[in-house]
């Protein structure tokens, strides 16, 4: 009898971490070359999945570093190297192979991730460490575009600062677009707010 209850129980737990799952959608504009998206994700034990479709979708070359909520860096990407579709929020997403995709078991997935230009890479082992370009806001201009600022390196490419990022199966999603400054950062993995961004989010419990 005790058993049975157990197990029901179990079920029960199981159906209610599931119904948690959601998977969220951002998008939105980079103010200048150095602008920094960050997205704090909380929820679920289980894999964590990040990943941007903003090459693909006519934005820029991004590059992606997941850092633990209290700043420490596990990984960091520039290209995929492979193609999707991914599916989030009932959407098929179609990233290119310069685009990026993150996926690692995570204790309750509490990560951030900061969203990047190519080349602009996390300097250190944690988040306070900030990012390479953090004090130029325009230092693609160096790489000779036609069109000026968000430029691919050595001027191969157009692009624009419009970006797409998706998080999966966590179950709270959020971001800010901060200055890249090393001791702003350092106070992110308290916690980020939804400023200046477009956010959907689906259920998939």
């Known amino acids: ?3 049975k209850k157990n197990l ?11 119904a948690l799952a959601n998977n969220f959608d951002f998008s939105g504009t980079l103010v200048n070359d150095n602008t920094m998206p960050l997205f704090n994700s909380s929820g679920l034990d289980g894999t964590f999945s990040a990943f941007s479709s903003s090459l693909n979708d006519g934005g820029f070359d991004p590059t992606l570093a997941i850092f633990t909520d209290s700043g420490t860096l596990l ?11 991914v599916l989030s929020n009932d ?11 993150y996926g690692q078991f995570l204790t309750a997935n509490n990560a951030i991730a900061n969203f990047s230009q190519f080349t602009d890479f996390s300097i250190g082992p944690n988040l ?6 953090y004090a130029n806001p325009n230092f693609t201009l160096t790489f000779a575009c036609t069109n000026g600022p968000f430029c691919g390196v050595n001027g191969a490419a157009n692009y ?20 890249p400054e090393p001791g702003a950062l350092a106070l992110l993995s308290i916690g980020l707010v939804g ?9 998939t419990g």
């Open 8 to 18: 029901c129980m179990l079920a029960m737990l199981c159906s209610t971490q599931q």
């Open 91 to 101: 959407v098929s997403y179609t990233y290119g192979m310069w685009d990026t995709n």
């Open 1 to 3: 009898m005790n058993f």
């Open 75 to 85: 990984s960091q990407q520039n290209d995929w190297l492979n193609f999707g579709p």
């Open 160 to 179: 624009t600062p419009d970006w797409a990022f998706q998080t999966l199966n966590v179950a709270e999603a959020s971001t800010t677009n901060p200055v």
């Open 195 to 203: 400023l200046g961004f477009k956010r959907k989010k689906t259920t």
């Open 128 to 133: 306070s460490n900030a990012i390479t370009f």
